[in-house]
Each structure stands twice: as structure tokens, then as C-alpha cells.
């Protein structure tokens, strides 16, 4: 199949997949062991939030390949040691080249750490709070193929979250960069149509138990 036509590519053990990860040994180990698979653990949710601020601008495949310098920089993204940052570890942040060095991103991550402790206080916990908006099934696409996905940088659900947190402080949360934790999360199944992981995703998200 024609990635650039259908969003598949087919690998070398003949299963179709979605196009994104390029035949890439580490996106592709990313594409079938992580994306979409919902999750529940409060610093995976956190980390992956932040981490996708810090892609706004850049690649995915960057993050992902610094992702395992950013978890020894961040303190394994436990926000409440991360809420304990101070400029000084700004400074010190700034000066890893093993991470990206945006100061405005770093300051971010430390407020919005000191953001999902106050969330948690209210909602119970940031699994909670997500899952609360994952969408109903009249929210998503009837069917989900190549020409859907690509325009769904953003969706009314996103938006929504984005809006509820930027109100409660976070930053760095804009629309498209929620659905991209949505759809990492498991929030979303967006494995196109003929891709050999949405099944196998949608399996796990029907028996995922979700936080309350």
C-alpha cells in the first residue's frame, strides 16, 4: 500500500500499518507498544503533556529520542518534585543539551506541575479529570481513514480541555497539542482504518477501567 494514498505502509512481516512512523525502528516500536493504548498513571499523563509542549514546533521523533534525558532531567516527571524547581534548576535545565533548551518550556513544565497538584487536590487525580473527557462516540468520526485524520489537528473536545486548563493556569496546553496527548493517551483510538494495531488498541480501551 501507498502511505502517501491510503496512510499505510506495510512492514516487513506483511501488517499494515499507519504511515507516521516511517519504518523507524524506535517510532515504530513507539507506534505499536504505546500510541493510543489508554493510560491511567498520573506521571505518564503528566509527562506526556509536557513533553508534548515541548514538541510544539518540532518533531515528535525528537522528543521521543531525548524522551529518556528528559525523564532524568524532570526527576521521572513526579510533579510534586517538580513543583519544587527552582531558577536554579531553570538554569540548570538550560544548560543540558540532552533535552530542548527553551526557557519559556522549562518554566512551564515547573508550572504546570505546581498546576497538577492543585488539579489533583480538586478532581481526585489527573487520570480522573481526563478521562471525564473522553468523548462520546458521537464526538468521534464515524469512520477514521487517512483523509480524517489528517484534519483532525484539533478537535471541539480538545479545545475544551484546553480552554478548562489554561483557566486553571497550565500553559503550553493549546488545542492541538491536547489531541495529541488524547490521542498518545489512549483517549482517542486514531489507528486508521486497516492499520494492524486498532483493533488490538480498541480491545485494550474496551477493557481499560477507567479512572473516577
Known sequence: MNGEKTGLIVGEDGKARCFWHAGLPDYLAYHD??????????????????LEGF??????????????????????????????FTEADVERLLGNAGIVRHAGKIRSTINNARRAIELCEKEGSLAAYFWRHEPRPQERPARLDYATLVKLGKTEVSTRISKDLKKRGWSFVGPTTVYAFMQAMGLVNDHIEGCALRAVVEEERRRFQRPV
Open 55 to 84: 514538541q510544539s514546533g518540532l518533531s515528535w521523533l525528537t522528543i521521543l529520542r531525548k524522551r529518556e534525558n528528559f525523564r532524568e532531567a524532570f526527576e521521572g516527571f513526579d510533579f510534586e518534585r517538580v513543583a519544587r
Open 33 to 50: 507498544e504505546e500510541w493510543g493504548r489508554p493510560v491511567a498513571d498520573d506521571r505518564r499523563l503528566f509527562e506526556k503533556l509536557c
